[in-house]
């Protein structure tokens, strides 16, 4: 498996806010207050409109428990009112049978059964909630997960290379897939209480009007430091993700085997586990921070609350004494005040979990709404397959870049050809292999294959037509027939097309030599999982690009690195013979390989400065001729 990006983990651990995407098309205006703002009404009612696209999300992933927790809601907040009246009734019929001398205890019987059938109904409501609330939760965080991957698989590399888009990634993995449930379990539990309260405030009315308006009122502040405390973690949550996402790659690192090996060797875990420590620290601070602010206004504003209730009491309590009302009257006014009460503190608190979620669910939709360019292509042939391809003076600049990758570019490769990339890092020989299999579109200029430019080919047809193997090419846990069959996905499964790339990659070798042959797991990430050489991996690689036959350009990414020279030239060599009717293009380092090119092309800080057959090149003694030469003196 390919490591993360080295210039990745640097912005995530830096902080870096620069992207190559910053712009309007593709980067979306977060929800809710921007850093360093208070809440404000607007800002509060603004982020709800994320509420009707989380119900519609849940009822599309299954209609019949939405329908059957709707139904449950309203019966579990129809009950408790009913249950605070019987109750009164079952105390004035107490009353009424010990003034008549309890010679007829059956109405009070009556009453007490009526009371527990409607408790076992309160029950069963809630139990049924819990079962809904349950299996929506697997379903739905199913659906949210493969809705954020779906989007993973239509982004440009682009995306993938930029470090606001991972911050992007991060959000809505780690929070957003759970919260659409949260929001429909609070939305409903909103519905909930706001019948019960209504119930209890029909009844509360007969005593007095005062009454309902204090009920109402009482928690109202403390609801509104809730709220605010909510957009304060939520910005201090989209502040913190590159170093969250920084902690993530040191798990990854301490943990993982490909980094095992010079983690102990150079002895770097103690220093990474600080560094992991450190960030936790820094994080534990600000949490802690706006947890007791939190706390402390909560618990401030909460005795208001309790004030109020307790002069309720007192009043309900004075009104029986006067008798003003009847025992079993305050009986259930108290009840249905604290009841009432507790359904205003949850609907309050719902709301500002609502508000909380809403926040959260931005990031999710801001991730699943970044804008992808639409496929423009649709041609399937090109009108001059003799022509092969063609690079007309082509320039490249990365996004946000100071510098072009590449600039200038004009070259012919005709089938049949083979064409040899040389070069410094960095001077621009992955990035032309990036524009031909159109991961990037040339800034000016154009490239075409068959005669047709590759911006009117279809993707999936143009992707068919090449086949590369990249040098930092993935090396996946899975079998090793798997991993040959990925070059083709088609026949990812087909292990004759297997067998057959695989002599051709050179691999068939030592894969029967495996306990299970193509059958074999491969990395230790699962069980009975075998690991292979890095000259092995190569040969798995090289196999795979073999999987395309229908291929006819084949590129080779330096994916022979790990090999010795001997070796590698053998490999291109087998390679060429192989390919004969197709082009092939070679990036190496090792020019006895190169020089087995019919053409090579130098490049240099994004410019081709050379062109032409080996022999050519030295003829012409330059840059070519004096790299050749100090590495031919090193094999001397």
């Known amino acids: 498996m390919s490591n993360p990006s080295p210039q990745r983990e640097i912005n995530a651990r830096t902080g870096r806010t620069g992207s190559r995407l910053a712009t309007p098309a593709t980067v979306a205006t977060p929800a809710g207050p921007a850093p360093g703002e208070g809440l404000t009404l607007r800002g509060f009612f603004s982020v709800f409109r994320f509420s009707s696209r989380a119900i519609g999300l849940v009822w599309s992933t299954n209609s019949v428990l939405t329908i059957a927790l709707g139904l449950l809601t309203v019966v579990a907040g129809v009950l408790p009112a009913g249950i605070a009246y019987v109750g009164s009734l079952i ?4 009353v009424a ?58 982004l440009d590399l682009q995306h993938f290379e930029d470090s606001e888009f991972y911050d992007k990634l991060t959000r809505a993995r780690r929070e957003a897939s759970s919260r659409p449930l949260s929001l429909i379990m609070r939305t409903f539990g909103l519905v909930q209480n706001g019948i019960s309260l209504v119930s209890y405030a029909a009844l509360l009315s007969h005593f007095s009007h005062w009454a309902v308006a204090v009920l109402l009122l009482a928690g109202l502040p403390a609801f509104i430091a809730e709220a605010k405390f909510s957009g304060d973690a939520f910005r201090l949550f989209r502040w913190r993700s590159p170093e969250t996402r920084m902690q993530i790659y040191l798990e990854t690192v301490i943990g ?201 080919w279809d993707e999936s047809a143009l992707r068919q037509r090449v086949g590369v193997i990249f040098q930092d090419f993935a090396r996946y846990q899975m079998l090793v027939g798997e991993n040959v069959g990925a070059g083709d996905e088609r026949f990812f499964e087909d292990e004759p097309r297997w067998r057959e790339a695989a002599q051709k990659g050179r691999a068939s070798e030592f894969i029967e030599t495996l306990p299970a042959g193509y059958q074999t797991q491969l990395g230790k990430w699962f069980k009975d999982g075998r690991e292979l050489s890095g000259g092995q991996w190569q040969k798995i690689a090289l196999s795979r690009a073999f999987m395309r036959t229908r291929a006819d350009v084949l590129v080779l990414d330096e994916p022979t690195a790990a090999m010795d020279a001997q070796a590698e030239a053998e490999v291109f060599e087998h390679f060429r013979q192989l390919a004969r009717e197709r082009i092939t293009i070679l990036i190496s380092h090792r020019f006895s390989t190169v020089r087995m090119a019919d053409r090579i092309a130098v490049l240099d800080h994004g410019r081709m400065v050379e062109y032409g057959s080996h022999d050519e090149l030295m003829k012409q003694g330059g840059r070519y001729a004096h790299l050749f030469t100090l590495q031919a003196r090193g094999y001397r």
């Open 97 to 154: 049978a010990t003034r008549a001398g309890g010679t007829d205890p059956m109405p009070v019987i009556e009453l007490v059964m009526l009371e527990g059938v409607l408790i076992a109904a309160v029950a069963a409501a809630q139990r049924g909630i819990s079962l809904c609330q349950s299996l929506l939760r697997a379903q739905l965080g199913q659906r949210v997960n493969v809705m954020i991957l779906e989007k993973a698989l239509t």
């Open 91 to 94: 105390v004035d019929a107490v």
């Open 256 to 456: 993982r085997e490909d980094y095992a090996k010079e983690v102990k060797l150079y002895g770097l875990g103690p220093r990474l586990l600080n560094r992991y420590r450190d960030i936790f620290r820094r994080l534990y601070r600000e949490d802690r921070a706006l947890t007791i602010r939190r706390d402390a206004w909560g618990f401030g504003l909460g005795l208001i609350a309790t004030v109020a209730l307790y002069a309720a009491y007192a009043w309900i309590a004075i009104s029986a004494v006067r008798s003003l009302i009847t025992l079993g009257q305050m009986t259930m006014y108290l009840a249905l005040f604290r009841q009432g009460q507790s359904a205003v503190s949850a609907m309050l608190s719902g709301v500002g979990g609502m508000y909380e979620d809403n926040l959260y669910l931005s990031t999710l939709y801001e991730y699943l709404e970044t804008e992808v360019p639409a496929a423009t292509g649709s041609i399937q042939h090109g009108p001059h397959p003799e022509d092969g391809i063609r690079f007309e003076d082509v320039s490249f600049q990365y996004p946000g870049a100071e510098q072009a990758a590449l600039e200038h570019i004009s070259l012919n490769l005709k089938p049949g050809a083979s064409l040899a990339l040389v070069g410094e890092n960095g001077s621009g020989k992955t990035t032309l292999i990036k524009l031909l299999t159109r991961l990037y579109s040339p800034t000016r200029g154009r490239i075409l294959l068959d005669g047709q430019d590759l911006a009117e």
